[in-house]
C-alpha cells in the first residue's frame, strides 16, 4: 500500500519565521505534489515535481518555495510566513495516476 | 484546460437514503475522472476512478460513479447512506501530461 508521510498533523509558526513541511513516499514515486486547501476553495497546487531536482510552478507558487534533492521527499518552504498562509497543506506522489495523499499538514501562523 | 465544478456545496441525507454527488468537468479531450473522500482531519483517499475502460465504475464502501460523455458529468452515487460516509468528498479530472484539477468539494451529511 502507498504511503506518503507528512512531517507533521498539527503546526504554528510566528509571522516572518522560515517554515519547512516535509513529505515522503515510499512507492519510488516520480511524481510529487504540493496542495494547500482552504474552505470553499478546494485544493490548490502551490508546486510540483517530476523528478529529482525539478520542480514547476502550480496555480499559487508566490511565498513558497520547494526541495527535492531525493526521489523520496518533497519540501515546501515558506520563506516568510504569512498570516494568510494559515491553511492545511497537503502533499501528494503519483507513478502514472491517481494521486495519493498524506494526512495533510494543519499550520497556523500567528 | 480542464476545469471541475461540483452542484452543492453541502448535501444531506438521512441514514438509509440514496447519496447522489454530483460533478461535471469540461475538457477538451478525453479525460480521466476521480473522486476521492477526506474524513475530518485526514487527507485524500482516493474512491474509485474513470480510465476509459467501463463507464460505470465501482469503487470502495459500496460507492459508485458513471460517465456520461454526452453530460459531461461523473456523479457519485450510493444506493443507502451510512453515518460513516459523512465526509467531504472532491471529484478531479486529468488529462494525460496535465496536471489533475480538483472540484471545491462537497460535504455530505447524514442524518439518523
Known amino acids: 500500500d502507498v504511503k506518503v508521510t507528512q512531517s507533521s498533523r498539527y503546526l504554528v509558526k510566528r509571522t516572518g519565521e522560515k517554515v519547512f513541511l516535509e513529505c515522503v513516499q515510499d512507492?519510488?514515486?516520480?511524481?510529487m505534489f504540493w496542495y494547500r486547501q482552504d474552505p470553499g476553495l478546494g485544493l490548490r497546487l502551490i508546486y510540483f515535481?517530476?523528478?529529482?531536482?525539478?520542480?514547476e510552478k502550480g496555480d499559487i507558487p508566490e511565498g513558497y518555495s520547494v526541495s527535492r534533492e531525493k526521489k523520496e521527499r518533497f519540501s515546501l518552504i515558506l520563506e516568510s510566513a504569512s498570516t494568510n498562509q494559515t491553511s492545511m497543506y497537503l502533499c501528494?506522489?503519483?507513478?502514472?495516476?491517481?494521486?495519493?495523499f498524506g494526512d495533510g499538514t494543519r499550520l497556523s501562523i500567528l | 484546460a480542464q476545469s471541475v465544478t461540483q452542484l452543492g456545496s453541502h448535501v444531506s441525507v438521512s441514514e438509509g437514503a440514496l447519496v447522489l454527488l454530483r460533478c461535471n468537468y469540461s475538457?477538451?479531450?478525453?479525460?480521466?475522472l476521480f473522486w476521492y473522500v477526506q474524513y475530518p482531519n485526514q487527507g485524500l483517499q482516493l474512491l474509485l476512478k474513470?480510465?476509459?475502460?467501463?463507464?460505470l465504475v465501482k469503487g470502495i464502501n459500496g460507492f459508485e460513479a458513471e460517465f456520461k460523455k454526452s453530460e459531461t458529468s461523473f456523479h457519485l452515487t450510493k444506493p443507502s447512506a451510512h453515518m460513516s460516509d459523512a465526509a467531504e468528498y472532491f471529484c478531479?479530472?486529468?488529462?494525460?501530461?496535465?496536471?489533475?484539477?480538483f472540484g471545491p468539494g462537497t460535504r455530505l451529511s447524514v442524518l439518523p
Open positions: 501528494a506522489s503519483s507513478g502514472q495516476r491517481p494521486q495519493h
Open positions: 512507492m519510488d514515486h516520480e511524481n
Open positions: 515535481s517530476y523528478d529529482v531536482k525539478m520542480k
Open positions: 475538457s477538451s479531450v478525453p479525460p480521466y
Open positions: 474513470y480510465t476509459s475502460a467501463a463507464t
Open positions: 478531479a479530472v486529468m488529462v494525460y501530461g496535465q496536471n489533475f484539477v
